[in-house]
């Protein structure tokens, strides 16, 4: 049967299915309890909410599903409901699941006496709030400055650090346009181009100085972020700014530090430079020397000859004795202050390499300033060895070991594109100065190296053999040495020459002229005689033979590949020398040897410190040479007042003109000397 039609002018009321739908289509959750709280239904969303079913539930009270702490704070006002009254409560509810939830909960008795309650769920709403809440405390606290700027170009949030900027309060900034803030003209001309880009959609970064009044003038990186709504649609643009003057100026510091660093690198490479021009201009003016010497000494030998043709050869040993003397005094002379020059070069080069050990750029250069002084004092020696000054101190030592300890040295010397090859068969025992046999093979590798513009091989080969007697040395044992290169070759009128002083086929200043005449003075004092075979375009061999000794070797032969550590150590040095820059480098490496130094030029100074008492010195290290008083009687008036003092000599003179024997045993230090050289010589000296 159908009810009784709806009356005219009333809404049709609704069926109960329809109530009980509506109240599950609602989004809140819907419970009735009775008058003693347990649960008689609820809707969809309330079951949903508490994850129990209807038939679950109803086995529960309003206090079974509530937490006990918002239970016990909050207990249920049901005498307040009885009196007709609503409530309205917030309480924490415990799922079936057993996690916990925030409510809202709005309740009302019915007239049957059950109490029907509405329950929202704040949970969702409220981590949304913290977020928000943390986003803001977030943008608050970033150092950053942070503004957000909409549409009309007028504030609408701005962070504490963007206010301690300009020096004002949130509350003078937000709602406010950005022009009144900056100034018109900063807007206009800054601000607002990359504005109206971002609100096109574009992101905008770029980096600037800025001037903050309460910062100051600063350097930041600006990044301006159009924001849009849920749409897409944007409503204003973001921007940060973030201070990185402190990075800037890490990085200004790091390229002045650069700058400095290769402004350094250019000045040592000047130094350089300049030293290595110096020496070349030395090597051109001794070049010049030698060819007017070898001019002059011809021009009084033509004379002479032209006078007493009959006495010819006997004039011509003594003309050739009284020209190896005067050159000999001469070259002497240049030698002694081309020795202090290379004093001071390599000294300080020496102290240079200590001081550059961990700068592998810069360590280089300092190696080579040492090596090319090496090779100037080598020059100086060639000369000096000429000369007969320089004295020889013979000792007995394995050949075949000498070659091994400076073969390095012998390809460095010739370069990559000569083959070096030995083949030695020893061992080989002969009694001379190592160093001059090492001149003689370094003198013929130069040679050699000369003659082989393009390349080639140079082969140093050694035996022992038994050789007859004849003209130029008496039978028996001896060390054949061969030096034989694939070069250019001489011809027969070169070779007649080529032992001579001065004589070289070499351009002008290419060449001293001295260096096989060299090599056969050597070879000549050790009881050895030197031959040559060669022809143009078929290479030259060289070979020497040397007297084989028997018996022990003393001690290893040292090189300048196994040079002790320097040691540092104490004490008191008097230093005396009239040269100033070999007094200056002396007084530097002493100290950087850890002694106490005293240094003057003058001999009579050095007489009046000792003889004031004003010092008390261990050691005395004197120069020979000295002007006002000689070395010799400088040590005599020292000794006088302190005959416990020691003495180490040092002389830029080589040569026998100066030798242990003549200063009682003090050993004599010639010049130029490594930082290593002295320490030794100094600490024997002490020791």
Request: charged fraction near 25%.
């Amino acid at each position: 049967m159908s009810g009784p039609p709806p009356q005219p002018g009333t809404a049709p009321s609704l069926s109960p299915v329809e109530t009980r739908q509506i109240i599950d289509y609602a989004a809140d959750g819907i419970f009735v309890a009775d008058a003693q709280g347990r649960y008689v239904d609820a809707n969809a969303a309330g079951l949903a909410m508490l994850g129990y079913t209807l038939e679950e539930l109803r086995t529960l009270t309003v206090a079974d599903v509530a937490h006990p702490d918002s239970f016990r704070t909050s207990p249920p006002r049901y005498e307040q409901l009885a009196a007709g009254e609503a409530i309205s409560v917030r309480r924490q509810l415990v799922r079936k699941d057993g996690t916990l939830i925030t409510t809202e909960i709005t309740g009302r008795s019915l007239p049957s006496g059950h109490i029907v309650g509405i329950v929202r769920d704040l949970s969702h709403s409220e981590r949304v709030a913290e977020t928000l809440h943390l986003h803001e405390r977030l943008v608050a606290s970033s150092p950053d400055l942070i503004s957000v700027v909409d549409a009309s170009f007028t504030y609408r949030l701005v962070n504490d650090a963007y206010v301690v900027a300009h020096a004002t309060s949130s509350a003078l900034i937000v709602g406010r346009t950005v022009a009144e803030l900056l100034g018109r003209e900063v807007f206009e001309q800054h601000v607002k181009p990359c504005l109206d880009r971002a609100l096109c959609g574009e992101l905008v970064t770029y980096e600037s100085w800025f001037d903050f009044k309460g910062l100051g003038r600063r350097f930041c990186a600006v990044q301006y972020t159009p924001y849009r709504d849920g749409t897409g649609e944007i409503l204003g643009v973001a921007v940060n700014v973030r201070d990185t003057t402190k990075l800037l100026q890490a990085h200004l510091e790091r390229k002045k530090a650069l700058e400095q660093h290769q402004a350094l690198t250019r000045e040592l490479e000047a130094r350089v430079h300049e030293r290595t021009e110096q020496l070349q201009l030395v090597n051109d003016e001794l070049a010049v020397l030698a060819r007017t010497l070898e001019g002059k000494v011809t021009e009084r030998t033509a004379e002479l000859l032209a006078a007493a043709e009959q006495r010819r050869d006997l004039e011509a040993q003594l003309l050739h004795a009284q020209k190896m003397e005067a050159v000999g005094r001469l070259v002497a002379g240049v030698a002694h202050d081309f020795n202090n020059l290379l004093t001071g070069i390599l000294a300080n080069a020496c102290l240079l390499q200590t001081e550059l050990n961990e700068q592998p750029t810069l360590r280089p250069l300092a190696d080579e300033i040492v090596d090319v002084a090496e090779r100037a004092a080598a020059l100086t020696a060639r000369l000096l060895a000429f000369g007969r000054r320089e004295p020889a101190a013979p000792s007995r030592f394995d050949l075949v070991d000498l070659v091994h300890g400076f073969r390095s040295m012998v390809g460095r010397l010739i370069g990559e594109d000569i083959a070096f090859v030995t083949d030695l068969h020893g061992p080989l025992v002969i009694e001379a100065d190592p160093r001059q046999i090492e001149q003689v093979i370094l003198n013929l590798a130069v040679n050699a190296r000369d003659a082989m513009p393009q390349g080639g091989e140079l082969r140093l080969s050694a035996r022992a053999i038994h050789a007859p007697a004849d003209g130029a040395s008496p039978s028996g044992r001896y060390v054949e040495l061969v030096m034989a290169d694939t070069g250019e070759g001489m011809s027969a009128e070169v070779v007649t020459q080529i032992f001579e002083p001065f004589f070289t086929t070499k351009p002008p200043g290419q060449g001293t002229g001295l260096g096989l005449s060299t090599v056969r003075n050597i070879v000549t004092d050790c009881r050895g005689v030197i031959g040559v075979e060669t022809r143009p375009d078929h290479g030259t061999v060289f070979r020497i033979l040397l007297p084989q000794v028997d018996g022990p070797i003393p001690e290893a032969l040292a090189t300048a590949a196994a040079r002790e550590p320097v040691r540092r150590t104490r004490g008191s040095i008097l230093v005396v020398d009239d040269d100033p820059t070999v007094r200056k480098v002396i007084e530097r490496l002493l100290l950087s040897l850890g002694y106490n130094v005293v240094a003057t030029g003058d001999p009579l100074d050095a007489i009046a410190l000792v003889d004031a008492h004003q010092a008390h010195f261990d050691l005395l290290l004197t120069d020979i040479v000295l002007p006002n008083l000689s070395g010799q009687e400088l040590i005599k008036r020292v000794r006088s007042v302190h005959p416990d003092v020691r003495v180490l000599v040092m002389t830029g003179y080589g040569g026998d003109a100066f030798s242990e024997q003549d200063f009682n045993g003090i050993q004599v230090l010639g010049k130029p000397f490594r930082l290593d050289t002295l320490a030794n010589a100094v600490e024997a000296a002490l020791h």
